[in-house]
């Protein structure tokens, strides 16, 4: 039978574990009373204490503690999770969830239209970046120096004029142009001239007459068939549009001038008066600093185009380029990144995404893959037994939906840290499944791991009561009763098991019994067990809890 961790169970198994505890603690202190004596030479006892000393047959500890058995469930070794590494809409999804795919099987289309246009983009700002550089390195023609050369002439003439300030004509232009608009100001503001309006008036009543006397004649031949050819007909139009002319000329004249009219003239003169100022304070600040700028950058480019592009200019160009370089690069891989290719053999665990879905980069797997036929089981041994367990041990596997069925194994890594539930303290212990064939084997099921040839022990590893140990001096001692003799035996105490502990010794052997006691212990077959009375200690090492 395999020993397991002490654990709660029943309040059935409570109370057995109490009355165990009486009665094993009195005959502890009994038996303490015994060994003492027979530790001092003193084998008398009174009648009413007499008592033989109890003993417990040891063990072999490499004959009991030879494996360790834990349970747990079926797990993959791994899963890959494939990420798609550019945002946009999914446009095929060629697998199904359980489907077999290899390495470099196409598993999702992403739509690349966006991805297309952004590559295209790039490729236009590199050939203008590499044009911008090419120009640099060119040497400049006639044509672009003369040109040059004469805007520097240009700009340098104009800060001469504006040195200069304005000229006599130009001031007196100005002045004449500010008289102009003032003068048509006053015009529109005053209306027509009394003399103004009787030479209107007379021409009126001039072609009042004219077209009077053109008419009389025109009705003296008004009979005539042709008289609309007739030269009194030609006469009285031409007079009707004379009068016509001079009505519209007197009416204007004699009409009070709109507002609209006045606010025009007077925004003219007001601009020629500005205009003057300017002129009378000119040059200023401003304005010699400019044309001083102008004839500065004309000389500057003219230079630029003589001397060629400086060595900065030149690496500015190269930068350029090369980030324009990167920027293609960089939308290239995002457009390979649209199709997305399987890493590496598997079946197709799971798909999170759906044709005509938009997927971004948010850290989520699209499709999941594993190796189905890497399987592995983790189980919780415990502390007192995980010394006994090494990287690359063998171990047998036993799961309870595939009965009368042991797979193989190897302990394939050691948890480097503890888990403590519930007081016990345990370590994960890895195991991975070695058969060739696991078709049936499926993940989640529940399996026990022996794990065998476990480093337990020596050859001169014992299993003795835990109370059966006492302290001589600096050494620990336990006393074995024999027919020729009670003899004091010097122990090496180690790990402790429950009310066991393992001891090294050279001068025990099989079939020695020493004084002590076992209270109580967790059996697999068997559960709680009374206070011990030379009983022999656990067969099989600590399980562990399912995991």
Do not use: C
């Amino acid at each position: 039978m395999k020993f397991k961790k002490l654990t709660s169970k029943s309040g059935r198994i409570i109370a057995a574990l109490a009355i165990v505890l009486i009665v094993g603690g009195y005959l502890v202190v009994n038996e303490t009373q015994i060994v003492a004596q027979v530790m001092n030479g003193d084998t008398t006892q009174s009648t009413e204490n007499a008592a033989e000393p109890t003993t417990v047959a040891i063990q072999s500890a490499s004959a009991v503690m030879s494996e360790v058995s834990a349970a747990g469930h079926i797990e993959l070794v791994s899963e890959v999770y494939v990420m798609q590494d550019v945002e946009a809409e999914v446009a095929e999804i060629t697998v199904n969830v359980g489907d077999q795919v290899q390495a470099g099987d196409l598993l999702i289309t992403l739509d690349t239209t966006e991805l297309e246009r952004e590559v295209l983009l790039a490729k236009l700002e590199v050939e203008a970046q590499r044009n911008a550089l090419a120009q640099l390195t060119e040497e400049a023609g006639t044509a672009e120096i003369a040109v040059a050369e004469a805007n520097l002439a240009e700009a340098q003439e104009n800060l001469v004029d504006v040195l200069a300030g304005p000229s006599a004509t130009e001031i007196a232009a100005a002045q004449s142009s500010l008289n102009a608009a003032w003068a048509n100001y006053n015009e529109l503001l005053a209306g027509p001239s009394d003399a103004e309006l009787t030479q209107l008036s007379a021409s009126l009543k001039k072609a009042e007459v004219a077209v009077a006397e053109a008419q009389r004649a025109y009705d003296q031949v008004a009979w005539q068939s042709n008289v609309g050819m007739t030269s009194q007909a030609a006469t009285l139009q031409d007079a009707t549009i004379d009068y016509e002319s001079a009505l519209a000329a007197y009416a204007e004249s004699t009409a009070a001038t709109d507002t609209s009219s006045l606010q025009s003239a007077l925004s003219a003169a007001q601009d020629a008066q500005v205009k003057l100022d300017e002129l009378l304070d000119s040059p200023t600040a401003a304005e010699i600093a400019t044309a001083e700028a102008n004839v500065a950058d004309a000389e500057a480019a003219l230079d630029d185009l003589l001397t060629g592009a400086t060595t900065t200019d030149l690496r500015d160009a190269e930068i350029n380029l090369e980030k324009t370089l990167i920027d293609l690069q960089i939308a290239s891989v995002d457009l390979d990144a649209a199709t997305i290719y399987a890493p590496s053999d598997g079946t197709v665990l799971a798909i999170n995404a759906e044709v005509g879905e938009r997927i971004s980069e948010d850290g989520t797997a699209v499709v999941t893959l594993a190796d189905t036929s890497q399987l592995e089981l983790t189980i919780d041994v415990a502390e007192v037994d995980i010394v006994q367990i090494s990287v690359g041990q063998a171990a047998e596997v036993e799961i309870d939906a595939l009965p009368n069925q042991t797979f193989a194994g190897v302990v394939e890594y050691i948890a480097p840290t503890s888990e403590d539930t519930s007081g016990v303290v345990s370590y994960g212990v890895t195991i991975r499944l070695t058969d060739e064939s696991l078709d049936r084997v499926l993940p989640g099921m529940t399996a026990v791991a022996t794990i065998v040839e476990t480093n337990a022990t020596t050859s001169d590893s014992w299993l003795v009561p835990t109370s059966a140990i006492r302290q001589q001096g600096d050494a620990s001692v336990v006393m074995v009763v024999a027919a020729d003799g009670n003899r004091t035996v010097e122990v090496l105490p180690g790990t402790v098991q429950g009310d066991w502990t393992v001891v090294q010794s050279a001068e025990l052997a099989v079939g020695d019994e020493v004084v002590g006691t076992v209270t109580s212990y967790i059996s697999e077959d068997t559960g709680v067990s009374g206070p011990g009375q030379g009983g022999g200690p656990p067969a099989g090492g600590v399980g562990g809890a399912l995991r």
